[in-house]
């Protein structure tokens, strides 16, 4: 594939700023952010007070929407490296995402009136956003990585920089967005004003995607001025002497054995998983497969050199290690916001916040310290202290366990129906911020140096798998949640002692389960890996557990990993 000619490999250290193509993506990104987090502040509170979801249940759509958002940009990466190209599929997608924003716009609109009909738009909506997703993430990402020369020591600085772009459309899109779809009239939710909420996500999706039309041939530029992210044209009589094949080669029994480990993983997941919830037992197995299978076709490619091959390795541990930063992170979509909603005192500042902004916390912290970041990595670089990308995502993992530890102390202090003050929810998120910086641009970064020419969007969407991963064992550990205060003074306001059935000292009647069970509450304790959660303490240490040993882990293989990565940091 010759999108443009053979870069240097030599870094360009007497660069200055950064060119003007970086800002057209940040725009666009921005966009599509605010459409994408919007949407995803409302999801959970849309499905559970609109659709009638328990909270588990949405915790489990959450997770396989976001999952399978970040699985599709595998396919989203192959079709533009061999047929569309990144433009052409930015286009796409954007376009498609805005679709979807209407049809869940159409589902709140209609729900009051015919539930089943509301119901299977936001099933379509959630499928076509989806594939959106699948065709705008690993394009746009892998283009700012084609703005530069290979080895430019910008590049950390400039995922830093658009990575400051995804999160100020972040936070506009849950700064908007809840406050036009999470309204509440004193304590009682307006149900049907989320779809407002959807429908500026929507517009938000067709403005960025218009604007990327008309900006992106004047300034989406290589540095020798060639256009980025065009068709791919692939050249059978180009000499050998060139530093990389431009086409990966996999033969028919590669493609073939990759399937048969699709098959056989999926159905090993599948009866690990099996649950009622078919998210939960059809969904999460078939992204963990893909996964797994899809890192195994690349790596059969006949074309790949023994550093390359060990580049792309150090990509997959450290994408494994990712799973768990972001099965926690994404807690803030989900459990957070329920906690956020249910056992939070809102009231800040004298004002009252809805719950779905709390999570925007994380994108303020963004917008504050990504610069400062970005001057970090670059001051210690010119200092030869930088520490390797491996060892920032461990900081990042490090960080994020802090942030639950904090937030696992408080909640143990307020009991079960407790109020926690909402500064500690701050608190917690900025922790999982710094984190997030140390890990999740640098992470960008790293494939975009590490990945072949010939695979740049479809590592970049292997990347996302390992996101999408994470997104499903978010949403597998949210619906671990146990009964929050609002159940228990439920419980009381009828004369059950929810505490005594829980912990098994009093037998429940008929008529008090088929009551627990229409407000959708649970009659025993949830458990994980054989461990019984018996309170939000209990719930938040298990983040805080994963995170930290994970963090642990790859800190003491960096060593291994800086060795394969070939002169790569």
């Known amino acids: 594939m010759n999108q443009t000619k053979t870069l240097s490999q030599e870094p360009q250290a007497n660069q200055q700023g950064h060119p003007k193509g970086l800002y057209v993506l940040f725009t666009t990104e921005m966009w599509e952010r605010f459409n994408f987090y919007g949407m995803r502040a409302l999801l959970t509170l849309f499905l559970v007070n609109a659709l009638a979801f328990s909270d588990k249940d949405a915790s489990i759509v959450y997770g396989g929407f976001l ?30 995402m805005g679709i979807g924003q209407l049809c869940l716009f159409f589902s709140g609109s209609v729900y009051a009136s015919n539930l089943d009909l509301a119901k299977f738009a936001m099933w379509t909506a959630l499928a076509i956003i989806i594939v959106g997703n699948g065709f705008f993430k690993p394009n746009i990402s892998s283009m700012v990585g084609q703005l530069y020369n290979k080895g430019d020591n910008r590049l950390d600085s400039a995922f830093t920089i658009f990575y400051m772009g995804i999160n100020v459309g972040a936070f506009l899109g849950m700064s908007v967005c809840p406050f036009l779809g999470d309204v509440k009239v004193g304590e009682v939710r307006v149900v049907e004003a989320f779809r407002w909420g959807f429908l500026a996500a929507g517009l938000a999706m067709f403005l960025g995607t218009i604007l990327f039309f008309f900006l992106k041939n004047k300034y ?33 029994g590669s493609i073939v054995a990759s399937l048969l480990v699709l098959v056989v993983l999926y159905v090993i997941f599948h009866f690990l998983s099996l649950d009622p919830n078919p998210i939960k037992s059809w969904v999460y197995p078939f992204i963990y497969a893909s996964a797994l299978s899809l890192a195994f076709l690349i790596l059969t490619d006949k074309t790949i050199t023994k550093i390359e091959r060990d580049r792309i390795v150090v990509m997959y541990i ?17 459990s957070l916001t329920f906690v956020a909603d249910k056992q939070t005192d809102l009231n800040f500042l004298g004002y009252q916040l809805p719950p779905s902004f709390i999570q925007n916390a994380n994108s303020m912290f963004i917008i504050i310290f990504a610069l400062p970041f970005s001057w970090l990595w670059l001051k210690l670089q010119k200092r030869n202290l930088e520490p390797i990308s491996p060892v920032k995502q461990a900081i990042g993992l490090l960080l994020l366990a802090i942030g639950y530890y904090i937030i696992a102390v408080q909640v143990a202090k ?13 608190i917690m998120y ?15 970064s790293l494939v975009s140096k590490l990945a072949p020419k010939r695979f740049s969007s479809l590592l970049m969407g292997v990347w996302f798998i390992g996101n999408a991963a994470g997104y499903a064992l978010a949403g597998t550990l949210g619906a671990l949640i146990p009964p929050t205060g609002d159940k228990f003074e439920f419980a009381t306001s009828q004369g059950i002692d929810l505490q005594g059935i829980l912990d098994g000292t009093i037998k429940p009647t008929a008529e008090q389960i088929a009551t627990l069970a229409q407000e959708k509450i649970d009659v025993v304790y949830p458990t994980f890996v054989g461990f019984t959660i018996h309170n939000l303490y209990e719930f938040f240490m298990v983040f805080v557990t994963l995170s930290g040993t994970a963090a642990l882990v790859l800190l003491l293989i960096s060593g291994i990993l800086k060795k394969m990565m070939h002169g790569v940091k």
């Open 220 to 252: 989406v530029k290589s540095p020798d001025g060639q256009p980025v992210g065009a068709k791919p044209t692939f050249h059978p009589d180009r000499k050998q002497s060139e530093e990389e094949s431009e086409k990966a080669k996999f033969t028919t």
């Open 67 to 96: 999952g399978l958002s970040y699985l599709t940009p595998m396919i989203g990466g192959y079709i533009a490296d061999r047929y569309l190209g990144n433009r052409n599929c930015i286009l796409l997608g954007g376009a498609i």
């Open 414 to 426: 307020i009991g079960l129906t407790g109020k926690l003050a909402v500064h500690w929810l701050f």
């Open 318 to 334: 450290i994408a494994f290690f990712v799973i768990f930063f972001w099965s926690a992170f994404e807690q803030a979509g989900s």
């Open 430 to 444: 900025l922790f999982h911020t710094l984190g997030e910086l140390c890990l999740s641009p640098i992470g960008l």
